[in-house]
């Protein structure tokens, strides 16, 4: 059980295109749905929580308007990344957490996006 | 100080033996814990979670929380090469409702 799908596994995109991972909880239905972002030999870093049906909260000195969130369901989550540049290229992992699960996380599998 | 913090390592064990990872914390910082972990180029993968003081056992794994000290421990016996991985300790923030991670410490499993 709680399984956490993403999808791109990986994606190479050029400077200046948009790019839109998707996070799916499988089994379960997450009321609340997490972005890290993780650079090579460093800890993850969140970038936003979303809720289900509402505006995702964004840690500070992350641009809302370049990494959009939507939430639109329960087993749902988004993350898109517009104009994306060079320095965007990290590993992007979101988690999961069931309804009535006390504060545990699961992770899916990550997205690895390169911009050339 | 950070909210929660490891000793990167990397921390080298033979085969068979107690690797001992711990993990400090701030008062920012909730009373329950996550080890999680994480091999490279994947994403981490939960192993323990921890949510009142003492131990708390599962297979070769073992937590230890000490909430007067604020620090939280894992320990991995008949540690094996398959063990060799970067093991995130995480604590909840009800601010938020959610995560901060220590840095992770590599451990390196030798046969």
């Known amino acids: 059980g709680a399984v956490v799908s993403q999808h791109p596994s990986w994606v190479i995109c050029k400077s200046g295109t948009s790019v839109k991972i998707e996070c799916r909880s499988l089994?379960?239905?997450?009321?609340?749905m997490f972005w890290y972002r993780q650079f090579p030999k460093q800890s993850l870093m969140l970038m936003a929580t979303?809720?289900?049906?509402?505006?995702?909260?964004?840690e500070q000195g992350v641009e809302k308007d370049k990494f959009l969130i939507n939430h639109a369901s329960l087993t749902l989550s988004t993350l898109t990344v517009t104009s994306a540049h060079p320095e965007d290229s990290s590993f992007y992992i979101c988690?999961?957490?069931?309804?009535?699960?006390?504060?545990?996380?699961?992770f899916g599998p990550g997205t690895r996006l390169t911009v050339l | 100080q950070k909210e929660v913090e490891q000793n990167s390592g990397p921390l080298s064990v033979p085969e068979g033996a107690i690797a001992s990872l711990n993990c400090t914390y701030s008062d920012r910082v909730s009373q329950s814990f996550f080890w999680y972990r994480q091999y490279s180029g994947k994403s981490p993968e939960l192993i323990m979670s921890?949510?009142?003081?003492g131990d708390k056992e599962d297979g070769r794994f073992t937590a230890q929380l000490n909430k007067a000290s604020q620090y939280v421990s894992l320990l991995i016996r008949d540690s094996q090469p398959s063990d060799s991985a970067t093991y995130l300790c995480a604590g909840h923030k009800a601010a938020g409702n959610k995560l901060t991670f220590g840095g992770g410490t590599r451990v390196l499993v030798k046969p």
């Open positions: 988690s999961a957490s069931p309804r009535g699960a006390y504060n545990e996380q699961f």
């Open positions: 921890i949510y009142s003081n």
């Open positions: 979303s809720n289900e049906g509402s505006k995702a909260t964004y």
């Open positions: 089994d379960f239905q997450a009321t609340t």
